[in-house]
C-alpha cells in the first residue's frame, strides 16, 4: 500500500456543528473508507478551540443510527402508522403534481406554505425557503422561536442590536449570567468566563432555577418567574441614590431621564421589589455592587423574554447596563447575540426572480401560532404544508390547533433524519443528509467566527440535502410544467457558497478567496458602525428610556392579561427549559446521549407536593384547560415554592399545556410578537389522565 492509498483511507475534514445552539462548533471528522469514524474538536476553531460538548461526540452514532431514515416513505392513511417505501422519483413527482393541481385550482401557489426553523442553521439551509421562493405566490413563514422579544427590546432602547465579541467576557471584573444557563446551552462560553475569575472577576446568576451554571456562581438570586424588570429598576434606585447613575455622563444622550427618575423615586421601593422577585434586599444590594465593579458584563439569555412581559423586562435590564456606565466598556456591557451583523447577503432567500413571473404575493405565517393563522386563512385555504428542519407536534404551543390544521391539508411533507411526532402526521417522509454529507456555510449567532462545512462521507443510503431535494424538485416541476418554478436549480452548493463572499466579507476575513476557509475557520472583523462603542443609534441618538416605538408596538398589559385568559386560573407555573443532551426535542435516537433528560419527570418543590397529597416518584397529571401530562414525580427543594419544572420533549409532549402566549414584544425584528413559553400555568393531581380534560 503506497502513501497515497493510506491518505485515502483515513482522510480528516473540518465539519461544523450546524444545531441551534450558541457555539457553532468546529469539528474534525475522520473518515475512513467512507465511514466516519470519529468526530473531534477542531483546535484551529478560536471560539471552540478543540472542544465539544457531548452531542458532538455523539456524532457517529448519530450518522449511522438504526433509526435514520434511509429511503423516502409514504404513509397511507396519514397518521396510521402504514408506512412504505417509494422512490425519490414517486415521491417527487406526487409532490410535484400536488403543487401544480392546486396551482391550477387557486391560480397561485399560495395554498402552498412551509414551515422551517432551525434544524441545521447552515447558510445553504435556506435552500427550503428559496425552493419556494421559485414557486412565486406562496405562503411563508416569519416570526422567531427564540429570541424575537428581547431583540425588539434591545432595538428600542438603542436603536439597533448591540454587539459585544463574546469572547471580551473574559476581560470583565464581574459577570451577571441573567436568565441564561451556559452550563447547558452554551458550554464554551465557560472557558471565557473562567479566565475573567482567574483574574480575580466574580459570577452571579439570577435565574428562578439552580441550574448548573447557578451552582458555579459566586451568588445566586433565586428570583420569581417573569419579576427580572423589578429587579433591575431595585438595583437601579440603590445606585441613584448612591449618587452612582450620572446621566450627565451621556452627555444629554438619554431621552426620558427626567419621568424615569421620578419613577425611581416614587412608585420603586426595595421593600416591594424584594417581595415580588422574592430576592432578598440583601441580594438587591450584592447586584447593585456588580454594576459598580466595571468593566461588568451582563449576559441576558433568552429564557427571560419567554414571558408575556419578557420584553419590557429585557428594557429595564438594558437600562441598568446603560445606566450605570457599563455599556461601552471592553469587557462590560450587553451580551445577547450578534444577530444585528447580517454578514452574508443570503442569494437563496434573495435571488432575482423572472420579470414575467405572476405579480407576487408572500403571504405571512408566524411561527409562534403557526396553526392557529394557517387555519384562519382563506382565498386560499391552506392546503399544502412542507415541514424541514423542525418538530411543531412536540416543539410548537397551541398543539390543538395543529392537530385541527392536520385535518384540512391535503398533503404534508415532511423533510427529517428521524422519524418523531411531526413526521408521524406526514403523507410522504424524505430523509434529510447529516451535515457530514453535504457541504455548507456557517456563521453563529453569538461568536464572530466564520467557517465552512465540508462534505465528509457518500450520504446515508438515499438521504439528500435540503438543498439537493430543492434542487430535485424544482427540475420535475419545470419537467412537468415548463418554467413553473424560478428556483435556479442547476447551482451547486459550492456556487452558492462561493456568490456569498464578497469582497467586503473576504476583507473582515483576512483571506483574498473563500477556499482559504478549506483551511480553517476565521474570525471575522466587526463591520464599521456596528459597535457597543459606536453611540446609541436612535433616530435621536440618544438611549431611549421611555420609547414611543415600543408603547405603540408592544402588546399592552391588559390584552396581555386577557390572552392569558383562564390559563391563569391554575396556581402552578410550568417551566419548560432546555436540556444538556438534547437539542429541544433532537437526540433523543442517540443512546449515548440517553441519560435521563427529565422529560418523562415532573420536578416540584416538596411543600407543593406535600399540599397535594403527592409523594416522590408518583405517577401526576399535570393539566390544564389545553392539555393532560402524565410524569412522575421528583422531589426538589430548590425549586421555587408554586413552580414546576418538565424538560421538552416528552412521549407526551409537554408543549400540549402551552396554549397560545405571546411575548409583549418581536413584530420589528422578527414581525411578530415572540412565545411566552413560561406563561403556562398547570395544576398537579395524583393518579392517571383526567378523562375529558
Ligand atoms: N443543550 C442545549 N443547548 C441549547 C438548546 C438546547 O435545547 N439544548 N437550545 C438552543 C436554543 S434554540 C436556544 S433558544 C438557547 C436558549 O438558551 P438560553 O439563552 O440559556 O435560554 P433558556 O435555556 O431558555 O433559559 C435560560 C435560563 O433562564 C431561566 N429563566 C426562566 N425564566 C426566567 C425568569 O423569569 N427570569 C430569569 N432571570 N431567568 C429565567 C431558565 O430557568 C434557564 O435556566 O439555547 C440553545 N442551546
Ligand atoms: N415548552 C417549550 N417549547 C419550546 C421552547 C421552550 O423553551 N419550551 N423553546 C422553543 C425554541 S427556543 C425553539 S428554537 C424551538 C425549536 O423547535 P424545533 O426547531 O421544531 O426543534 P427541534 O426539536 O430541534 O427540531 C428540529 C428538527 O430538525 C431535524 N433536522 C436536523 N437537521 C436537519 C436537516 O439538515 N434538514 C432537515 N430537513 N431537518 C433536520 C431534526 O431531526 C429535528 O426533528 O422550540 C421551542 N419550543
Ligand atoms: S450542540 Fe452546540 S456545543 Fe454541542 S457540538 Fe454542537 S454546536 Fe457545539
Ligand atoms: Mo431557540
Known amino acids: 500500500m503506497d502513501k497515497d492509498d493510506i491518505k485515502k483511507e483515513n482522510e480528516m475534514f473540518l465539519s461544523i456543528c450546524p444545531r441551534n445552539c450558541y457555539e457553532t462548533c468546529g469539528l474534525i471528522s475522520h473518515v475512513q473508507n467512507g465511514r466516519l469514524i470519529k468526530v473531534e474538536g477542531d483546535p484551529h476553531h478560536g471560539y471552540t478551540q478543540g472542544k465539544l460538548c457531548a452531542k458532538g461526540y455523539a456524532y457517529t452514532e448519530y450518522v449511522y443510527s438504526p433509526q435514520r431514515l434511509r429511503h423516502p416513505l409514504r404513509q397511507v392513511p396519514r397518521g396510521s402508522g402504514n408506512w412504505y417505501r417509494i422512490s425519490w422519483e414517486e415521491a417527487l ?5 400536488k403543487i401544480l393541481e392546486l396551482h391550477h385550482r387557486y391560480g397561485s401557489s399560495l395554498a402552498c406554505a412551509y414551515n422551517k426553523f432551525s434544524g441545521n442553521l447552515g447558510v445553504l439551509h435556506n435552500a427550503t425557503e428559496g425552493m419556494f421562493r421559485g414557486l412565486g405566490s406562496h405562503t411563508k413563514l416569519s416570526g422567531n422561536a427564540c429570541l424575537a422579544a428581547g431583540s425588539d427590546a434591545v432595538a428600542y432602547n438603542r436603536g439597533q442590536l448591540i454587539f459585544h465579541d463574546p469572547e471580551d467576557m473574559a476581560k470583565s471584573k464581574a459577570i451577571v449570567l441573567w436568565g441564561v444557563n451556559p452550563a447547558r446551552t452554551a458550554v464554551h462560553q465557560w472557558n471565557f468566563i473562567n479566565q475573567a475569575r482567574d483574574k480575580g472577576a466574580q459570577i452571579l446568576v439570577i435565574d428562578p432555577l439552580y441550574t448548573p451554571s447557578a451552582a458555579q456562581a459566586d451568588i445566586y438570586l433565586q428570583i420569581n418567574p417573569g419579576t427580572d424588570g423589578l429587579l433591575a429598576m431595585a438595583v437601579l434606585k440603590i445606585l441613584l441614590e448612591e449618587g452612582k447613575l450620572n446621566p450627565e455622563y451621556f452627555g444629554g444622550n438619554i431621552y426620558g431621564w427626567e419621568s424615569f427618575q421620578s419613577y425611581l423615586q416614587e412608585k420603586v421601593t426595595l421593600e416591594e421589589a424584594s417581595k415580588v422577585t422574592g430576592v432578598p434586599q440583601e441580594g438587591i444590594y450584592d447586584l447593585s455592587s456588580f454594576y459598580k465593579e466595571k468593566p461588568c458584563a451582563t449576559w441576558v439569555g433568552f429564557g427571560l423574554q419567554r414571558y408575556s412581559n419578557g420584553g419590557q423586562n429585557i428594557r429595564c435590564i438594558d437600562a441598568l447596563v446603560a445606566l450605570s456606565g457599563n455599556h461601552e466598556l471592553k469587557g462590560g456591557g450587553l451580551y445577547y447575540n450578534n444577530l444585528m451583523d447580517d454578514v452574508f447577503k443570503n442569494g437563496l432567500l434573495n435571488f432575482p426572480r423572472p420579470m414575467n413571473q405572476e405579480v407576487i404575493i408572500e403571504r405571512s405565517i408566524d411561527i409562534n401560532s403557526f396553526a392557529q393563522e394557517a ?20 416543539q410548537d404551543q397551541d398543539q390543538q390547533n395543529w392537530q385541527k390544521l392536520l385535518n384540512q391539508l391535503e398533503l404534508v411533507v415532511a423533510v427529517d433524519l428521524f422519524m418523531n411526532e411531526t413526521t408521524a402526521q406526514a403523507d410522504i417522509v424524505l430523509p434529510a443528509a447529516s451535515p457530514f454529507e453535504e457541504y455548507d456555510l456557517h456563521q453563529s449567532y453569538w461568536h464572530q467566527w466564520i467557517a465552512i462545512n465540508q462534505k465528509a462521507i457518500p450520504p446515508f443510503f438515499e438521504a439528500k440535502s435540503d438543498l439537493e431535494i430543492a434542487r430535485s424538485l424544482t427540475k420535475v416541476l419545470n419537467k412537468l410544467q415548463p418554467n413553473f418554478s424560478s428556483f435556479p436549480d442547476q447551482l451547486t452548493a459550492l456556487d452558492w457558497i462561493a456568490a456569498e463572499f464578497t469582497p467586503e466579507i473576504l476583507e473582515r476575513l483576512g483571506i483574498a478567496e473563500w477556499q482559504e476557509l478549506l483551511q480553517g475557520p476565521r474570525k471575522l472583523k466587526i463591520s464599521e458602525g ?70 418523562e419527570v415532573v420536578e416540584m418543590n416538596p411543600y407543593d407536593a406535600e399540599i397535594r397529597g403527592i409523594k416522590e416518584k408518583e ?22 415554592q408554586g413552580v414546576i419544572v418538565i424538560a421538552q420533549s416528552g412521549k407526551d409532549s409537554v408543549n400540549q399545556l402551552l396554549a397560545k402566549q405571546s411575548a409583549d414584544m418581536g413584530t420589528q425584528y422578527a414581525g411578530s410578537r415572540g412565545a411566552a413559553y413560561y406563561d403556562a400555568w398547570v395544576e398537579v393531581e395524583r393518579g392517571f389522565k383526567r378523562e375529558g380534560m
Request: charged residues 20%.
Open 619 to 640: 405517577s401526576v397529571s399535570v393539566f390544564n384547560d389545553w392539555g393532560n401530562c402524565q410524569r412522575k414525580v421528583k422531589l426538589n427543594d430548590r425549586i421555587p
Open 375 to 394: 387555519l384562519a386563512l382563506t382565498d386560499p385555504p391552506l392546503k399544502f404544508l412542507w415541514i424541514a428542519g423542525r418538530n411543531p407536534l412536540s
Open 93 to 97: 413527482e406526487d409532490i410535484a403534481n
Open 530 to 599: 456596528i459597535g457597543y462603542d459606536q453611540g446609541f443609534q436612535t433616530e435621536m441618538g440618544k438611549l431611549k428610556l421611555y420609547s414611543p416605538e415600543a408603547k405603540e408596538h408592544q402588546l399592552p398589559a391588559l390584552a396581555r392579561f386577557l390572552e392569558q385568559g383562564k390559563n391563569s386560573l391554575y396556581s402552578l407555573r410550568l417551566l419548560t427549559p432546555q436540556s444538556l443532551f438534547r437539542i429541544h426535542s433532537q437526540y433523543r435516537t442517540v443512546s449515548w446521549l440517553s441519560q435521563d433528560q427529565g422529560a
